[in-house]
DNA sequence: ACTATTTCCTGGATGC
DNA sequence: TGCATCCAGGAAATAG
């Protein structure tokens, strides 16, 4: 499941492999009803858009545009609402179900980045770079013609996974990145919070980025238990947080992320964090550390990993 | 303003 | 073998 390190990962492959690449034209799903309009506006944004950039904001990958000379606006995109891709796998070659309204608008200029394509990998999502021929994957939810002459596609079986266009800088990803919050500001996240710190770091309005793996690994690296109350953690200790959380998303992306169930990054490589998940997936194993038993519990419904002896 | 709980979604694992 | 059930998990929606 793409966490912070995954998505850096993701991020990184793509921008090396699509940016200054121009999207020709975009297939999109069939979208369970309600946000048909949405699916306009993505198609409508995409199109004849160049890829300035591809980045990673939290657990968000950023794709900026900029609209290639001459090519007609989008017309007005408004604030991010969230799409849910489409359920009808395609058969065959997909046809083209975008708007073309806008026939006589104004001409753009070369103007910089106008609009963002947000990505959400959600659980099982991926973005796939490929050649037009290979074979189009059940629960593949977007394809877009690139003038390179390649595909990128979204694939996303459990549907957790959310499209977006974002016009240029209004794009809300949530909390401070970990990886730049000082030890002021990420202390005060937790001043005054009664909720368990595992949920604590897991709400993308604080840190944005950390999900079930790494906020498991932060919390055994600086000794706390998932289950304390944010604010009755001393500072000290929230310091010592505040290192592990960075520590383990530096190491975990410098490997490439964790690899569990099917992740892999944008060349279809592995990552490698997983083999230094210290409590993670661990339940029942020894602690690294002291030997005892890894316990598992559950808090606000995510499984919760961490050694009962070294984390108080 | 917070916090806790429910819901979405499918494939893989488990159990009978 | 087949079928039902459970589980994984991010974040939005809902309830308290």
């Known amino acids: ?75 007005k995109v408004r604030k991010p609402k969230a799409m ?37 990998l959600g659980m099982t999502g991926r973005l796939q770079v490929c050649e037009p021929q290979s074979e189009v994957l059940k629960h593949t939810h977007a394809i877009l013609k690139l003038a390179s002459g390649r595909e990128l596609r979204f694939v996303d079986p459990r549907r957790f996974g959310r499209l977006s266009i974002a016009t240029a800088g209004g794009f809300d990803a949530g909390g401070m990145e970990p990886l730049d919050a000082d030890l002021d500001s990420f202390v005060a996240l937790f001043r005054g919070r009664k909720t368990p710190i595992k949920s604590a770091l897991l709400n993308q309005k604080l840190l944005r980025g950390v999900g079930n793996i790494y906020a498991d690994e932060s919390l055994f690296r600086a000794g706390i238990r998932p289950r304390r109350r944010a604010s009755t953690i001393v500072r000290v200790r929230l310091a010592k947080l505040h290192m592990s959380v960075k520590e383990v998303l530096r190491e975990a992306i410098a490997l490439g992320g964790s690899s569990i169930s099917d992740y892999v990054d944008a060349d279809g490589q592995e990552g490698f964090f997983q083999l230094r998940h210290r409590v993670y997936g661990r339940e029942g194993e020894p602690c690294l550390v002291c030997k005892t038993p890894i316990k598992r519990i559950v808090i606000a419904g995510r499984s919760s990993h961490y050694c009962p002896a070294c984390q108080k």
């Open 1 to 75: 499941m793409p966490e912070l390190p995954e998505v850096e990962t993701i991020a990184r492959g793509l921008a090396k492999r699509v940016s200054g690449d121009v999207i020709e034209s975009v297939w999109l799903g069939q979208k369970p009803e309600p946000l048909k309009s949405t699916a306009q506006e993505i198609a409508a944004a995409l199109e004849h858009s160049r890829i300035a950039t591809v980045r990673r904001m939290g657990k968000h990958i950023v794709f900026d545009l900029e609209r290639e000379n001459g090519s007609p606006s989008p017309g």
């Open 84 to 120: 849910r891709p489409g359920s009808v796998v395609p058969t065959g070659l997909p046809s083209v179900p975008h708007a073309k309204a806008h026939k006589g608008v104004r001409p753009t200029r070369s103007n910089p980045t106008e609009a963002q394509w947000i990505v959400h």
